[in-house]
């Protein structure tokens, strides 16, 4: 059975860091595409940021610069650094990993879903 299990969110104040972790369990995701994104009441997921399986990343035009996503083939985990943090960045922040190596940005090109972390960064 694949389980991807988001961990590191939390609350936090405007300008501070969290680090994201996905770890990925029942399939090697070394081949993969993965990425992440983030949702708030109300709204559709909204992309954030996705790495191809060789490495090659995309980031949302909103969070370019101050995002930082990587990973670990080694141990199957998906990281996300945040840093420069804005209230509008407060979120339910979910990982996701393709059956392809091509980097998606759009939820439809993801098959397998965490069940999300939240985010929240106060003004």
């Known amino acids: 059975q694949v389980q991807l299990v988001e961990s590191g969110g939390g609350l936090v104040q405007a300008g501070d860091s969290l680090r994201l972790s996905c770890a990925a369990s029942g399939r090697t995701f070394s081949g993969s595409a993965m990425g992440w994104f983030r949702q708030t009441p109300g709204k559709e997921r909204e992309f954030v940021a996705a790495?191809?399986?060789?490495?090659?990343?995309v980031y949302a035009v909103s969070v370019k610069g101050r995002f930082a996503i990587s990973r670990d083939n080694a141990k199957n985990t998906l990281y996300l650094q945040m840093n420069s943090l804005k209230p509008d960045d407060t979120a339910v922040y979910y990982c996701?990993?393709?059956?392809?190596?091509?980097?998606?940005?759009?939820?439809?090109?993801?098959?397998?879903w965490g069940q999300g972390t939240q985010v929240t960064v106060s003004s």
């Open positions: 790495i191809e399986a060789i490495g090659i990343t």
């Open positions: 996701a990993a393709s059956r392809s190596p091509a980097i998606q940005q759009g939820a439809n090109g993801y098959h397998y």
